[in-house]
């Protein structure tokens, strides 16, 4: 697991409901605390940005549930801040708010007592500010009682999760090595101590080398591909600090290793490590031929063939006619693995740059009938129609 990568509903569904959403209170941080420490209750705050679409994910289909808006506006003094204006960007490195959204939940004295990094669906956010009113459940008692000496294994699991959804990797490191020196080796493949040792793969410490050895066994027990996918995870360390050096002899010796410990898609994953190390060395053609041999080889991924099709477009290579048909080919293989408002969108506007206006007329004109069936916003695309219909008159 890492601790790191929307659907907008019908705003007529949004207007009738807005009784029911949480109501979330203007004014300063210092005025959201004193109103809290007034009232007596815990302060609930969205701390957002306006570009993540998790963040408006939650705010178009979660702040505005019904049953969300009763419990949170009853017990929660609410607040919204953004974490890149104003009393935001102090907000954030106060409390270290580092990924969007960061959901943090405070007593009435303003002392943090549950945190949660990433969107939550209704069900399970309305858990969470239960569960916030409950000391026994809070990540601040949770770590009194750890700081004080508490070591059982089913309190270090309480802890770990809530670690892990408070997005504190480091700590969450250091626990996890307490937590699996508490058991035999025997029992590391248990579903319960599995999720945890599968959180912090590492490919330097004795559990990989354990599972690794013992690679059979796990397999049986877990399957072939939660084991490769652990594999691969192991190596994440190792892989960012090849591709920082940018020492090619070090990316062949790394593509090397994964090609011994992977008994499946060792290909696929060399040529992914070949991409992201090429792309980040500032080689433009190197780095092409990279994308494009991942791309077009091993990617299955409509949304990762449509995104890095589209960033090419926008920002790499907008006049390069050359280039724009490799990424034309990429948004392509996006449609025919996934057609849809997105990737249609962005193979019209490559094809309109190609001068086949035709062709990028068609797509975009499907793009908007995608769109406007799944609810999206179609005006630009619609803007595009429009231009590519005054060329071919």
Same mark, same amino acid.
């Given at each position: 697991?890492?601790?790191?990568?929307?659907?907008?509903?019908?705003?007529?569904?949004?207007?009738?409901?807005?009784?029911?959403?949480?109501?979330? #209170? +203007?004014?300063?941080?210092?005025?959201?605390?004193?109103?809290?420490?007034?009232?007596? $209750?815990?302060?609930?705050?969205?701390?957002?940005?306006?570009?993540?679409?998790?963040?408006?994910?939650?705010? #178009?289909?979660?702040?505005?549930?019904?049953?969300?808006?009763?419990?949170?506006? %009853?017990?929660?003094?609410?607040?919204?801040?953004?974490? /890149? %204006?104003?009393?935001? =960007?102090?907000?954030?490195?106060?409390?270290?708010?580092?990924?969007?959204?960061?959901?943090?939940?405070?007593?009435?004295? !303003?002392?943090?007592?549950?945190?949660?990094?990433? !969107?939550?669906?209704?069900? +399970?956010?309305?858990?969470?500010?239960?569960?916030?009113?409950?000391?026994?459940?809070?990540?601040? *008692?949770?770590? +009194?009682?750890?700081?004080?000496?508490?070591?059982?294994?089913?309190?270090?699991?309480?802890?770990?999760?809530?670690? #892990?959804?408070?997005?504190?990797? &480091?700590?969450? &490191?250091?626990?996890?090595?307490?937590?699996?020196?508490?058991?035999?080796? $025997?029992?590391?493949?248990?579903?319960?101590?599995?999720?945890?040792?599968?959180?912090?793969?590492?490919?330097? *410490?004795?559990?990989?080398?354990?599972?690794?050895?013992?690679?059979?066994?796990?397999? /049986? $027990? =877990?399957?072939?591909?939660?084991?490769?996918?652990?594999?691969?995870?192991?190596?994440?360390?190792?892989?960012?600090?090849?591709?920082?050096? #940018?020492?090619?002899? $070090?990316?062949?010796?790394?593509?090397?290793?994964?090609?011994?410990?992977?008994?499946?898609?060792?290909?696929?994953?060399?040529?992914?490590?070949?991409?992201?190390?090429?792309?980040?060395?500032?080689?433009?053609?190197?780095?092409?031929? &990279?994308?494009?041999?991942?791309?077009?080889?091993?990617?299955?991924?409509?949304?990762? =063939?449509?995104?890095?099709?589209?960033?090419?477009?926008?920002?790499?290579?907008?006049?390069?006619?050359?280039?724009? +048909?490799?990424?034309?080919?990429?948004?392509?293989?996006?449609?025919?693995?996934?057609?849809?408002?997105?990737?249609?969108?962005?193979?019209?506007?490559?094809?309109?740059?190609? !001068?086949?206006?035709?062709?990028?007329?068609?797509?975009?004109?499907?793009?908007?009938?995608?769109? %406007?069936?799944? !609810?999206?916003?179609?005006?630009?695309?619609?803007?595009?129609? %429009?231009?590519?219909?005054?060329?071919?008159?």
């Amino acid at each position: 697991m890492k601790f790191k990568n929307i659907f907008l509903l019908p705003f007529t569904f949004l207007a009738c409901n807005v009784w029911a959403q949480i109501e979330f #209170q +203007q004014g300063s941080w210092a005025d959201i605390q004193a109103k809290a420490k007034a009232e007596n $209750k815990y302060i609930f705050v969205d701390a957002y940005t306006t570009w993540c679409a998790p963040c408006k994910w939650m705010a #178009q289909n979660v702040f505005t549930d019904k049953g969300v808006g009763e419990f949170y506006n %009853k017990n929660y003094v609410n607040f919204k801040l953004d974490m /890149e %204006k104003g009393e935001g =960007l102090t907000f954030a490195k106060t409390y270290q708010v580092n990924a969007y959204p960061t959901l943090l939940y405070f007593n009435a004295m !303003g002392e943090v007592v549950n945190k949660r990094v990433g !969107g939550a669906p209704a069900e +399970q956010f309305l858990e969470i500010g239960k569960n916030t009113l409950n000391p026994e459940k809070q990540i601040s *008692s949770l770590r +009194q009682r750890y700081n004080k000496g508490e070591r059982g294994q089913e309190f270090l699991r309480k802890y770990l999760q809530a670690l #892990q959804e408070a997005g504190e990797e &480091a700590e969450y &490191a250091k626990v996890t090595a307490e937590y699996v020196k508490l058991m035999d080796k $025997k029992d590391w493949i248990l579903p319960e101590n599995w999720e945890i040792i599968n959180a912090t793969a590492d490919n330097n *410490s004795e559990i990989y080398q354990y599972i690794l050895s013992n690679r059979a066994v796990f397999e /049986e $027990k =877990l399957g072939k591909l939660e084991v490769n996918n652990y594999i691969i995870r192991a190596f994440s360390n190792e892989v960012n600090q090849v591709v920082n050096a #940018q020492d090619e002899a $070090k990316l062949q010796a790394l593509s090397s290793k994964l090609r011994g410990v992977m008994t499946d898609n060792a290909d696929n994953l060399v040529a992914r490590l070949e991409m992201i190390f090429y792309t980040s060395s500032g080689n433009a053609d190197k780095a092409l031929n &990279a994308i494009d041999n991942f791309l077009m080889k091993y990617s299955s991924d409509w949304s990762e =063939l449509n995104s890095i099709a589209w960033s090419y477009f926008t920002e790499i290579a907008q006049d390069d006619l050359k280039v724009l +048909q490799k990424v034309a080919q990429w948004a392509k293989k996006s449609v025919s693995l996934n057609k849809n408002f997105a990737n249609t969108d962005t193979y019209a506007n490559i094809l309109f740059k190609l !001068g086949q206006n035709k062709e990028a007329l068609k797509y975009a004109e499907e793009s908007v009938s995608l769109g %406007k069936a799944a !609810g999206d916003d179609t005006t630009t695309t619609e803007e595009l129609v %429009k231009q590519i219909k005054a060329t071919l008159k």
